[in-house]
């Protein structure tokens, strides 16, 4: 992933050095690549062809990494560390950053609607039609502005998770599906993977507040502690830590079920999911 990802960005020595330095620096400085690890897993679950899943990965995680740059900025999350060094509009500046985020979402269509991913022309429009929603007011970019208006707010426990399935499930759905779509399914088989899919969405933020709770920031390589800090509710603050702790195991118990009758092709898909429970950062 970290060679696709290297050679499918724009080179530094190209123009606009800066911004395609910046946007480099932003989706190659580490980072756990949960989505496309995901994206690869269940293309496995479908027989996929590794060159397509290449790009779906690499699509996903160019999404990811725009979020992420996007997220920092003073007028959303305002930080300065992520994955262990300086935001990049820290390290570089805020309009580069602005750019940086809109551009790795360009990219990601792009190559969405570059190369082949499958035989039928209307699945792949289906495939960026996805992406798209996911990464949009419909998804991340919806539940990122609810999560904005939310601070300092109460909300109800279903209210937290609809603020989640859009901010973080949906675009951990999209990598699940698209890699799915990569290859051949039956009906049936693409529900039981958007189940797990969404089991696992989940269980990723519930163990990201459980995280931001109780780990380091140095541990995490982002500032921990932050929902406290700006008064978010988060399943820390409804339920508490033990509480959070038994909702994720739940949530992974409920994702490795949606698997059943898929044997050891799903293999990658399950480790995937006791890592996002059981993940130390
Ligand atoms: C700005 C449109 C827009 C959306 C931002 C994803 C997001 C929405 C904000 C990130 C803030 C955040 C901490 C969300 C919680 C879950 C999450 C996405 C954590 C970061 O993802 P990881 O842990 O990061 O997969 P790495 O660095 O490993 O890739």
Do not use: W
Not at 49 to 59: F, G, K, T, W, Y
Not at 118 to 142: C, F, K, N, W, Y
Not at 164 to 172: E, R
Not at 260 to 267: D, K, L, N, P, S
């Amino acid at each position: 992933m970290e060679t696709v990802l290297a050679r499918t960005l724009p080179s530094a020595d190209i123009a606009p050095r800066r911004l395609h330095q910046a946007m480099r620096y932003a989706v190659l400085g580490g980072g756990k690549r949960v989505r496309p690890l995901l994206a690869f897993a269940a293309g496995e679950v479908a027989a996929a062809h590794e060159d397509r899943l290449e790009i779906v990965a690499s699509a996903v995680e160019l999404i990811h990494a725009y979020s992420l740059v996007h997220d920092d900025l003073p007028c959303m999350d305002d930080d300065v560390l992520r994955r262990g060094r300086p935001t990049v509009h820290i390290e570089f500046d805020q309009a580069t950053a602005l750019l940086v985020g809109d551009s790795l979402q360009s990219l990601a269509f792009q190559l969405l609607a570059q190369y082949p991913l499958a035989i039928d022309p209307q699945q792949q429009l289906e495939m960026v039609t996805l992406l798209a929603v996911a990464a949009g007011s419909r998804g991340m970019a919806g539940g990122q502005a609810i999560d904005l208006a939310s601070v300092g707010q109460s909300l109800t426990l279903p209210e937290l998770e609809f603020m989640h399935i859009h901010k973080t499930g949906a675009l951990i759905r999209s990598s699940v599906m698209l890699g799915a779509l990569c290859g051949q399914l039956t009906e049936k088989e693409m529900a039981q993977l958007d189940h797990f899919a969404k089991c696992i969405g989940l269980a990723f933020q519930v163990v990201d507040d459980v995280l931001d709770a109780e780990a380091s920031t140095a541990t995490l390589g982002k500032t921990a502690g932050k929902d406290a800090q700006q008064n978010k509710p988060t399943y820390v603050s409804l339920l508490g830590t033990t509480q959070a702790k038994t909702l994720a195991e739940s949530l992974r118990q409920d994702a490795l079920d949606a698997l059943v009758g898929f044997g050891q092709t799903a293999q990658r898909l399950r480790e995937l999911a006791d890592f996002i429970v059981l993940r130390p950062f």
